[in-house]
């Protein structure tokens, strides 16, 4: 089966920084595959962050966290990261990992809390 598990979430300042983490296990086409950041505030539908391609010398950053979040893949270790700094109260969310065509895979999701 595919798992993804983020870890790296938790509360912080305003300005503070965070990296998240999000494992893939059980999906052997990882080091070809477009990954993705998404997030979501309950009552609000969910919003794509960020994307990288393989290789990772693409990436797709939402206008909100351009300049702001940094998307990073290591194919070795089947592993996406999202570095967020200059974190603000709006970035506040349960922030998600997917990965596979049109995204069909996906984490539990990890809580940022930024006050």
């Known amino acids: 089966d595919v798992q993804l598990v983020e870890s790296g979430g938790g509360s912080v300042q305003a300005g503070g920084s965070l990296t998240l983490s999000c494992e893939v296990s059980?999906?052997?086409?990882?080091?070809?595959?477009?990954l993705g950041w998404f997030r979501q505030v309950p009552g609000k539908e969910r919003e794509g962050v960020a994307a990288?391609?393989?290789?990772?010398?693409?990436?797709y950053y939402a206008d909100s966290v351009k300049g702001q979040f940094t998307i990073s893949r290591d194919n070795a270790k089947n592993t996406v990261y999202l570095q967020m700094n200059s974190l603000k109260p709006e970035d506040t969310a349960v922030y998600y990992c997917?990965?596979?065509?049109?995204?069909?895979?996906w984490g539990l999701g990890t809580q940022v809390t930024v006050s």
């Open positions: 997917a990965v596979g065509r049109d995204f069909a895979y």
């Open positions: 059980g999906y052997a086409w990882f080091s070809t595959s477009c």
């Open positions: 990288i391609y393989t290789g990772g010398g693409s990436a």
